[in-house]
């Protein structure tokens, strides 16, 4: 079974610059989670899909940052403009159910 | 608000000793509990899950057992490897809902 895809894995950008981050969950997973992990912490939840639709986004800054889920398979989460604190590694996650959760490798930004 | 805890924050122990980390919770209605661990610059892999009805789950060296009234959690490791040296992640799933609240972690050194 293929594991959950992320792409880039390393992206170094400018403060007031965008970037997006790329997502293939594992195929079946109707729910889809990014997190976002600053150093030294937990990864803390940015947005939840079920499918299409999104179930929770109380924690995604939503001035700055913004995230879609095509046709209920990959998603895409942007961040624009980006600020220094928002370098951390962004993680993608799948489950099936209540269980089965799995991570992706992730992609760390650096904002400079 | 769930709120997630480890204790240590860092441990470094010879190889071949065995060793406990702790992780508790505010809210102790929760769906299940999972440990997680994640080598530099890597996701996250999923080491056991215990249920919200269970006491306490086991693969290999690891052992990991919930008491759910008190809010406690504790991953033990027993024999000890230099390749065991990681982070280790506490994660709940509350009652409701699919996202996963998550400890600080643990940073784990086993030295040879």
């Known amino acids: 079974e293929a594991g959950v895809a992320q792409s880039p894995r390393y992206k170094i950008i400018e403060k007031r610059q965008s970037v997006a981050f790329w997502c293939n969950p594992i195929s079946g997973h109707a729910t889809l989670y990014w997190y976002q992990q600053i150093l030294g912490q937990g990864p803390k939840l940015l947005i939840q899909?079920?499918?299409?639709?999104?179930?929770?986004d109380s924690q995604l800054p939503k001035d700055r940052f913004s995230a879609e889920r095509l046709k209920g398979v990959d998603s895409t989460l942007k961040i624009q403009p980006a600020k220094l604190e928002d370098s951390a590694v962004y993680l993608c996650a799948s489950s099936l159910g209540y269980d089965g959760y799995t991570f992706g490798s992730g992609t760390r930004l650096t904002v400079v | 608000k769930q709120e997630v805890t480890q204790i240590p924050a860092a441990l470094s122990v010879p190889e071949g000793e065995n060793l406990v980390l702790n992780c508790s919770f505010t809210?102790?209605?929760?769906?299940?509990l999972q440990w997680f661990r994640q080598d530099p610059g890597k996701g996250l892999t999923s080491l056991l899950l215990?249920?919200?009805?269970?006491r306490e789950q086991t693969s290999g060296r690891l052992n990991a057992s919930l008491d759910k009234s008190s809010g406690r959690s504790t991953l033990y490791i027993a024999a000890s490897q230099p390749g065991d040296s990681a982070t280790y992640l506490c994660?709940?799933?509350?009652?409701?809902?699919?996202?996963?609240?998550f400890g600080k972690g643990t940073s784990l050194l086993v030295t040879p």
């Open positions: 215990i249920q919200s009805s269970q």
């Open positions: 899909f079920q499918n299409n639709g999104v179930v929770d």
């Open positions: 994660a709940v799933r509350p009652g409701s809902g699919y996202a996963l609240n």
């Open positions: 809210d102790s209605a929760i769906y299940n």
